[in-house]
């Protein structure tokens, strides 16, 4: 049975993949290796933790010896690796947490793969998970491709860009078998409420402002959470060693139209007046260094793998709403007293 290690698969991201590989393949032993920061979260999984296939190790990727100890005990064959500290704002209060946890704890990763294949690579493989923002920013035309010069440009972004780069590296130096995936803004179930989407949802059911950085222009191309969990799938499996693919959804918006499309399905499903969750509206002071436009061209994915993204962005926003409508004791549970802190901080002087 081969072992597969997921890293992060108490986030948003990582629930989704944890929770396909876990159904899907039966076949594979799935460990979840987790630090549960405060955007871990157990209840993610809940439907899936009593299957036999899977595990969860609650670990910090950061530790070293730890990680050796965890590949020497268990033996991954392979790692998909998506834990990070993911969040742009809190890499701009907070840098150095992210060159710990996605730059050393990437590293700390790497070399205890490296030491338990000791060469051996033999149906082994290190999948290291990113995102379109190593690539900088976009001005109106234009679109990143897989050989777009890296131009980081936050400390989040600079970090993950350090820690593609150290995966490449353990490719080209050790020989070490590994892919890259960079994807577009993702959405759906179980985001985190400081990401835009999943904030501005909780922030109009409660008729709380919606804070809208700068005047709204930024532009994000957005994927729905599943179709990143399955191209991350086919990459896994059919993905050639050493390359990059990225991953987008086709679906530019402007910050400002996506709040407001957002605004009048609330609308729609709280039974409001129409124009009443726009009236909560607020443009508040920039972020710092904030990148104007990602937009991803997926043509290799497309071609190469036969991905494509299964849902259109209509569909996709209204499932997204109705989860959060549904599953108010989540996101009760998660906006407790270091949410209020966290968003007291970040907030009150924009
Ligand atoms: P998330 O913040 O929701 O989840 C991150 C997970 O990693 C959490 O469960 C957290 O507990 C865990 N973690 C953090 N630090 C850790 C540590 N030191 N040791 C072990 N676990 C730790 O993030 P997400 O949005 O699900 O993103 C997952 C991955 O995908 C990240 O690598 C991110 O850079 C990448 N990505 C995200 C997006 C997006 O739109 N969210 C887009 C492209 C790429
Ligand atoms: O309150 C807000 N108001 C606002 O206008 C927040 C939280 C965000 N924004 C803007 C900033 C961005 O232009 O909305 C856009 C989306 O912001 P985020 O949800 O914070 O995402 P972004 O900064 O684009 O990064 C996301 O996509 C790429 C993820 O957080 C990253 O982990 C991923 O790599």
């Not at 072992?3 to 629930?15: H, N, V």
């Not at 993950?160 to 993702?186: E, F, I, Q, W």
């Not at 809208?212 to 179709?227: A, F, M, S, T």
């Not at 994915?301 to 989860?323: D, V, Y």
Request: charged share 25%.
């Amino acid at each position: 049975m081969k072992k597969i290690l997921i890293t992060g698969g108490a986030g948003f991201i990582g629930s989704h993949v944890v929770r396909l590989f876990v159904k899907n393949y039966p076949e594979y032993q799935i460990f979840n290796l987790d630090a549960l920061t405060y955007a871990g979260n157990l209840e993610n999984l809940k439907d899936i933790e009593a299957e036999p296939n899977y595990t969860f190790i609650k670990a910090d990727i950061v530790d070293e010896a730890l990680m050796k100890d965890l590949f020497e005990q268990y033996q991954f064959d392979g790692v998909i690796h998506l834990a990070a500290e993911s969040h742009v704002d809190r890499s701009i209060s907070d840098p150095l947490s992210f060159i710990k946890t996605n730059i050393l704890g990437t590293v700390n990763l790497l070399n205890a793969a490296r030491a338990v294949w000791n060469g051996n690579f033999e149906g082994k493989l290190f999948y290291h998970i990113s995102t379109d923002e190593v690539y900088g920013s976009l001005g109106e035309e234009g679109l990143f491709t897989e050989t777009t010069a890296y131009d980081p440009r936050s400390p989040y972004s600079s970090s993950k860009a350090s820690s593609d780069h150290l995966v490449r590296a353990y490719y080209h130096t050790y020989g070490m078998p590994v892919v890259v995936s960079n994807c577009s803004n993702n959405y759906g179930p179980n985001q985190f409420p400081e990401k835009l989407i999943p904030l501005a949802i909780n922030n109009i059911k409660k008729m709380k402002s919606i804070p809208i950085y700068g005047k709204g222009e930024n532009i994000r191309d957005w994927l729905y959470v599943i179709d990143h969990a399955n191209a991350i799938d086919m990459i896994f499996h059919k993905g050639t060693t050493g390359e990059t693919y990225n991953i987008g959804g086709i679906n530019e918006w402007k910050n400002i139209d996506l709040i407001k499309k957002m605004c009048e399905v609330l609308d729609r499903k709280l039974e409001r007046e129409p124009g009443t969750s726009a009236s909560l509206i607020t443009f508040v002071k920039d972020r710092a260094g904030h990148d104007m436009r990602y937009a991803i061209d997926s043509s290799k994915l497309m071609k190469e793998l036969g991905w494509k993204p299964s849902l259109q962005f209509e569909e996709g926003i209204e499932k997204t709403i109705e989860w959060y409508l549904e599953n108010e004791e989540w996101m009760n549970r998660i906006t407790d007293g270091t949410y209020e802190k966290y968003y007291e901080s970040q907030y009150e002087k924009r």
